[in-house]
Nanobody, 111 residues
Framework: QVQLVESGGGLVQAGGSLRLSCTAS????????MGWYRQAPGRQREMVET???????DYADSVKGRFTISRDKGKNTVYLQMNALKGEDTAVYYC?????WGQGTPVTVSS
């Protein structure tokens, strides 16, 4: 069983920044990828950015150049630095590891 706890969401003005954190506990595997996903109201959950154990990343085109994922294996924590936020980034952001999901942290970007 893996527990994931996200934090760092909130209300921010367009153009602003937020840093999300997700800490995993329990049966975690450093060789497995961790990732951030988001779900906006009325839309399906979508991948934002993922990071594998070797540090390689994959990201959605919509966040290219604005969001950066990083990982601290020693702390079992993954971060998502979000810059130049836009209204369309408003969503609940979820962390995923080994098929497990956190409870989500809401991000609201006001124009």
């Amino acid at each position: 069983q893996v527990q994931l706890v996200e934090s760092g969401g909130g209300l921010v003005q367009a153009g602003g920044s937020l840093r999300l954190s997700c800490t995993a506990s329990g049966r975690t595997f450093s060789i497995n990828a961790m990732g951030w996903y988001r779900q906006a109201p009325g839309r399906q959950r979508e991948m934002v950015e993922t990071i594998s154990s070797d540090g390689s990343t994959d990201y959605a085109d919509s966040v290219k150049g604005r969001f950066t994922i990083s990982r601290d294996k020693g702390k079992n924590t993954v971060y998502l630095q979000m810059n130049a936020l836009k209204g369309e980034d408003t969503a609940v952001y979820y962390c995923n590891h080994c098929g497990n999901w956190g409870q989500g942290t809401p991000v609201t970007v006001s124009s």
